[in-house]
């Protein structure tokens, strides 16, 4: 059964500061690695995601990288603004369709 | 135009009554699925429809019956509401093999 765990639950950085969100996996047999988006109270927004047969995706001001063979994810964001405050979702595709969920990572970016 | 859609987007019903949660994506994905949120916010599959066949159930109560009329549309029905049945309840789509998923905005079941 696939585990999914993210560090840390929190993150709380002043503006303009990177962000590192990890995300780690139990099971290394993977298809794709999405992350998500979620503000409070709405759905998910899709930001990046990796195939199991590449390192790193990359969509403006965020970087996800992908070790599959350690089974970890890192996702930065880069000169972090207010808007970026919201919690971040790792989910791994495991081969036999599910997307497994981690518990996420909320961010507060301080004005 | 919205991908993945689910109505109603808030429901708040008494318990032991039926309810349905309806879904449909205008992705053409072939494969569908219903995922509940918690109140600790941790998302878990809960069924997965793959044209119109199912291919995911998790260990849910029998009380929660998915319906797929069409690979567009997945409904979730449920039968003799409990309080530990609200949530937020997800439909997302993905096209079997490497696509990512796409996630409505989730409908929030409240059992008074």
């Known amino acids: 059964k696939q585990e999914v765990t993210q560090i840390p639950a929190a993150l709380s950085v002043p503006e303009g500061e990177n962000l590192v969100l990890n995300c780690s996996f139990t099971?290394?047999?993977?298809?794709?690695l999405q992350w998500f988006r979620q503000d409070p109270g709405k759905g998910l927004t899709s930001l990046l995601l990796?195939?199991?047969?590449?390192r790193e995706q990359t969509s403006g001001r965020l970087n996800a990288s992908l070790d599959k063979s350690s089974g970890r994810s890192t996702l930065y964001i880069a000169a972090s603004q207010p808007g970026d405050s919201a919690t971040y979702l790792c989910?791994?595709?495991?081969?036999?369709?599910?997307?497994?969920f981690g518990a996420g990572t909320t961010v507060t970016v301080r004005a | 135009d919205t991908a993945v859609s689910q109505t109603p987007k808030y429901l708040v019903t008494q318990m032991g009554n039926d309810k349905s949660i309806k879904c449909e994506q205008n992705?053409?994905?072939?494969?569908m699925y219903w995922y509940k949120q918690d109140s600790k916010k941790f998302l878990k599959i809960m069924f997965s429809?793959?044209?119109?066949?199912?291919?995911i159930n998790e260990t849910v109560p029998n009380r929660f019956s998915p319906k797929s009329p069409d690979k567009a549309h997945l409904n979730l029905h449920i039968n003799s509401l409990e309080l530990g049945d609200s949530a937020v309840y997800f439909c997302?789509?993905?096209?079997?093999?490497?696509?990512?998923?796409?996630f409505g905005s989730g409908t929030r079941l409240t059992v008074v």
């Open positions: 099971d290394s047999a993977i298809y794709n």
């Open positions: 990796i195939q199991s047969s590449q």
């Open positions: 429809y793959n044209n119109k066949e199912l291919i």
């Open positions: 992705l053409g994905h072939d494969t």
């Open positions: 989910a791994v595709r495991s081969n036999d369709y599910k997307l497994s």
């Open positions: 997302a789509s993905s096209q079997s093999g490497v696509d990512g998923y796409t």
